[in-house]
């Protein structure tokens, strides 16, 4: 089994955006080449499927993943027997426990727990939602490869406090 935290993303040679705590990558190209049955997913996992189709196995559930699905998984989870079409993309963003955890405190954010008492979720969102999504990817890869200032790891967690209040209101859209 394959464990995926933010070691294994950055030391298995895709093209990502990372600091000790994010990694953002949207290549499934790369991915393809690495065969793996089963993954342990050390982290929050957000994504946004931007094309083609998936499907997840998870404790005996199967989650079918299509263009413009969210996906969001919590920490200690297990995929097993995944598969992808051969056009699949989507850009994924993995932050680390420790980091939800310090966000959640820095800005005061008040997590819903509905949303975030299963393991795996996937939400279908519409064109607007999709867009401030990709939205808020680019911004936190830019924010990512820029220098170093004082600023910075504030902007990141700003963003990512952001993000999670739009897959919030997401979440509760589908209710």
């Known amino acids: 089994m394959k464990t995926l935290n933010i070691r294994t993303i950055v030391d298995g040679g895709l093209n990502i955006y990372f600091n000790d705590h994010i990694a953002i990558f949207d290549n499934f190209e790369q991915v393809r080449c690495h065969e793996v049955s089963s993954v342990l997913v050390e982290g929050f996992l957000f994504s946004l499927v931007t094309r083609g189709v998936a499907q997840l196995s998870v404790d005996e559930n199967t989650y079918q993943l299509k263009e413009g699905d969210v996906l969001i998984c919590h920490p200690r989870i297990i995929f097993e027997k995944s598969m992808m079409s051969m056009d699949f993309n989507a850009t994924m963003l993995f932050l680390?426990?420790?980091?939800?955890?310090?966000?959640?405190?820095?800005?005061?954010?008040?997590?819903?727990?509905?949303?975030?008492s299963r393991a795996l979720q996937v939400l279908p969102a519409d064109e607007m939602t999709q867009e401030r999504c990709r939205g808020y990817f680019g911004l936190l890869q830019n924010n990512l490869q820029s220098p170093e200032t004082s600023n910075k790891e504030l902007r990141l967690r700003l963003l990512l406090a952001s993000m999670v209040y739009e897959l919030i209101d997401l979440y509760r859209a589908q209710d």
């Open 96 to 116: 680390s426990p420790n980091y939800i955890a310090h966000i959640s405190q820095m800005v005061r954010m008040e997590w819903s727990h509905a949303m975030f």
